[in-house]
């Protein structure tokens, strides 16, 4: 199973690191997303992270603010993110790809993420 944690209430301009942790499986072949939803809203993919090469990609909103990591010895995906915004509220997802081999999907394409954790809730106040 995927397990994201690290939500919670910050005020805007401060920083909360997300964490995917996988179990049961290694994620170190996998390249894994991280998305936001807000009620009644589609899933949007935030940013992504690919295997081997950790190469990364980002949502343009999520540029210069977010940063995707991974420690495939602790089978972790970490989503570290600063200068919150009010706007960045929603509740955030990660995902493993599949099919792609190990590489992020193009972005959009999100039926190439088949496993997902339970979310973890961020809120940014003003």
């Known amino acids: 199973q995927l397990v994201e944690s690290g939500g919670g209430l910050v005020q805007s301009g401060g920083s909360l690191r997300l964490s995917c942790v996988a179990s049961?499986?290694?994620?170190?072949?996998?390249?894994v997303g991280w998305f936001r939803q807000g009620p009644g809203e589609e899933r949007e993919e935030v940013s992504c992270i690919s295997a081997y090469d950790s190469s990364t990609k980002y949502r343009d909103s999520a540029k210069g603010r977010f940063t995707i990591s991974r420690d495939d010895a602790k089978n972790t995906v970490t989503l570290q993110m600063n200068s919150l915004k009010p706007e960045d509220t929603d509740v955030y997802y990660c995902a493993t790809v599949s099919g792609q081999g190990g590489q992020c999907p193009v972005p959009g394409q999100t039926r190439w993420y088949d496993y997902w954790g339970r979310g973890t809730r961020v809120t940014v106040s003003s």
């Open positions: 049961g499986f290694a994620l170190d072949s996998y390249a």
